[in-house]
């Protein structure tokens, strides 16, 4: 975690300096100060969207995890901008556009459900689903003689 901030870092540095090397002092200031203006308004207006299609599927009684990722990338990506930088700016536009959005939507709904399945094995141990069929199904059941079962266990 601590390289992955310093590669942030660092890249962000490099970014500014070829930025302000380009167009200046003066111009590298206005591009990060439009840059956060732009894409707060951004995150604003895509973060409305993304409240008002929550409180339609809570409304509807449908599961609303699409639209909590999406509020929740909104978010994160309106932070991002609001950090000084242009790396910054460029990741938190990119989660807060749609098309980039639902990439990253998806990446992140895949790994919260192993994180999930991980977290639920470790808790109660490996699920497990039996196979099976009834052998002697033929006769009445009697409550004195066990109904044969036969089958097999299989391990998620």
Do not use: C
């Not at 590298?28 to 203006?37: I, K, P, R, V």
Request: glycine share 10%.
């Amino acid at each position: 975690m601590a390289v992955a901030f310093l590669l942030y870092v660092i890249a962000e540095i490099a970014a500014i300096w070829a930025v302000g090397s380009a167009v200046g002092v003066l111009g590298t200031l206005g591009l990060l100060l439009a840059g956060a203006f732009l894409g707060s308004w951004l995150a604003r207006r895509e973060g409305g969207k993304a409240m008002r299609a929550f409180t339609a599927a809570a409304r509807s009684g449908r599961p609303a995890e699409k639209e909590l990722t999406d509020g929740m990338l909104v978010g994160l990506g309106g932070v991002l901008i609001l950090v000084p930088g242009f790396v910054s700016d460029l990741l938190g536009l990119l989660l807060i556009l749609p098309p980039s959005r639902a990439v990253a939507r998806r990446l992140w709904l895949k790994r919260m459900e192993k994180r999930a399945v991980r977290f639920a094995n470790r808790r109660r141990g490996p699920v497990m689903v039996v196979d099976s069929e009834v052998v002697s199904a033929e006769e009445p059941h009697r409550r004195d003689q066990p109904t044969v079962i036969e089958g097999r266990v299989v391990e998620n």
